[in-house]
């Protein structure tokens, strides 16, 4: 081997365990950095000899990225349900707790039994009608946190929209940049960095699947048929509204659905495009889970009103007139339940505070003058109309007799039930998230394998500056002959 080509070679491989020390040095540094890829420097054999580098390799097992994005996503649906079961449970209350649904049926119980025993006593009359009015604000109180909850989801939907649209117009911008400098022949992994996290950022909203394309570009679709971006970003469409009320729904176009690229699209069910993530959790909570607590919590209402609005318990009552619990004052139309729990109120008769008697608790509704303050004939017909057994005449309870605290307390274990099955589905939905991230950090940047590489980067630098020393020698004595 000639000097010159001594040199030549030396001097390619000082350039590759350069350029391959940035590489190590780069990897280490961004060790904890989201989105980042582990940098392989590609050398090959030149022809007459020597090394040269072509190029950087960012590797990453996509596959591994691809499932942990899907865990993503089922991450984010899981949460919301869970959240949305937890937040009713929480505006119902449990048995022991005084405020709770089954606490205030139980209190207006206890306060008709000891009406009952001394029916000409003031103060006992008034809490019978304290009671009662306590368990109906406790039916509004919950309807409105029903409402609210889809409120909240109608907010977030438009949120989340919003965000999934300026990610997929960053990863439409990155795929142009990194088709540019591919063309120009620069090394486009940190564009791929920062397209993998704007990728991942989107992932918990929607469940997307990465299809690679020509020149470093990437194709994002979902699991259920959706194409979100392939060369230009779809356009997803939302339009929220500022109040919810019980009776506005999706089919009856009140609320909005959700579009792509201009075309409405099944927001639920098996077929939608969108399903397993937090978008379409969001979309399950405002129009499925919400609308049917609230039906329940109607049908809790509406027993609870038939009960008292019966002539048979309260014999001065006419066939029309509103009981002790009315529909924003007025008597109960079958026809119009939806809502019932938001607009049940006591009956202004019973309420001293707004031109109403007590005494009418004991002598009945209708009345038209007081009467005897030793009868507790009707107190004891409004205790057993509370504490009777009845089948609800709506909602999907299990149709069979239940009291009114009975059927209070199917309602709240319903919602318990729920809520720990969404809980536990959530704690899979967490654990799977986290050993997938964990795989893919296992897959990553390994330091103590980066500086063992780097050592041996170092030793063949120092060979090849050896071998340069030397033949700068030789030259320097064959310069002296």
Do not use: C
Not at 404 to 431: P, T, Y
């Amino acid at each position: 081997m000639s000097i010159s080509s001594s040199l030549s070679n030396a001097l390619s491989g000082l350039t590759a365990a350069s350029r391959a020390a940035e590489v190590v040095s780069s990897n280490v540094a961004n060790a904890q950095t989201p989105g980042y890829g582990r940098r392989e420097l590609d050398v090959s054999s030149r022809y007459l000899g020597g090394v040269q580098v072509d190029g950087v390799n960012r590797n990453v097992d996509q596959q591994v990225v691809q499932d942990r994005r899907l865990a993503d996503a089922a991450l984010g649906y899981n949460s919301t349900v869970a959240d949305f079961h937890a937040g009713i449970e929480t505006a119902l209350g449990t048995p022991d707790q005084e405020w709770s649904l089954s606490g205030r049926v139980a209190a207006l119980e206890a306060a008709l039994v000891e009406a009952t025993s001394r029916p000409d006593n003031q103060a006992r009359l008034s809490a019978v009608r304290n009671a009662a009015e306590g368990l109906a604000t406790k039916l509004n109180t919950v309807s409105d946190a029903v409402q609210t909850a889809r409120m909240d989801a109608d907010a977030e939907i438009s949120t989340q929209v919003a965000r999934l649209n300026a990610g997929l117009e960053q990863v439409q911008h990155l795929n142009f940049q990194i088709k540019e400098a591919q063309a120009r022949g620069q090394d486009p992994s940190p564009l791929m960095d920062m397209r993998q996290v704007a990728i991942d950022d989107i992932s918990g909203i929607v469940p997307l699947k990465q299809v690679d394309r020509d020149f470093g570009q990437v194709a994002l679709y979902t699991p259920g048929g959706a194409i979100v971006l392939d060369g230009t970003a779809a356009e997803v469409g939302f339009s929220n509204v500022g109040v919810i009320v019980p009776e506005m729904t999706l089919e009856s176009g009140a609320l909005s659905g959700l579009t792509i690229n201009g075309r409405e699209v099944r927001t639920s069910g098996a077929n939608s495009p969108i399903q397993g993530g937090s978008l379409a959790a969001l979309f399950e909570v405002r129009d499925e889970l919400a609308t049917g607590a609230q039906s329940r919590l109607d049908a809790v209402a509406r027993d609870l009103v038939e009960r008292f609005q019966d002539p048979a318990v309260d014999p001065t009552l006419g066939a029309t007139d509103p009981g002790l619990f009315t529909d924003a004052g007025a008597a109960f139309d079958v026809s119009d339940e939806v809502g019932l729990a938001s607009r049940i109120e006591l009956n202004a008769l019973v309420d001293p505070d707004r031109g109403g008697d007590l005494w009418r608790l004991r002598d009945g509704l209708g009345a038209v003058a007081e009467g005897d303050a030793g009868d507790s004939t009707l107190l004891q017909a409004l205790n057993t109309a509370l504490t009777g057994e009845r089948v609800a005449a709506s909602g999907d309870f299990l149709g069979v007799s239940r009291s009114a605290s009975g059927l209070a307390a199917d309602f709240l274990s319903r919602v318990g039930m729920e809520r720990h099955a969404a809980e536990n589905q959530e704690s899979f939905a967490v654990s799977h998230q986290e050993s997938l991230a964990l795989l893919e950090a296992e897959n990553g940047v390994d330091t103590d394998h980066e500086l063992q590489k780097l050592m041996l980067i170092e030793q063949a630098y120092a060979a090849n500056a050896r071998v340069i020393s030397t033949v700068d020698q030789m030259l320097r004595q064959i310069m002296e002959l």
